[in-house]
């Protein structure tokens, strides 16, 4: 499973790894998207080709879980005490 570091901001700015957690699947879609394509947009509106496949990946998605597909199950770990 593809995982991301997770930080914390303290009131004085710094920051502290709190841990991992597993990538959203809008993460890596738009990582995909990114990847291939460019930077998709969040308007909805936007027509543009990195947008577009954005939005086929999450019919795409959708249809999965249509089918029955079921995401693994989330684990968080944290290197919080």
Not at 31 to 56: F, H, K, L, Q
């Amino acid at each position: 499973m593809e995982t991301m570091q997770v930080f914390g901001v303290k009131p004085d700015g710094s920051t502290d790894l709190i841990g991992t957690a597993p990538i959203s699947h809008t993460m890596k879609m738009k990582d995909i998207v990114r990847n291939y394509i460019g930077e998709p947009s969040d308007d909805p509106d936007c027509d543009d080709e990195a947008t577009t496949c954005m939005w086929a990946l999450r019919d795409y998605h959708h249809w999965l879980l249509s089918q029955g597909w079921i995401a693994p199950t989330l684990v968080v770990t944290s290197n919080a005490i």
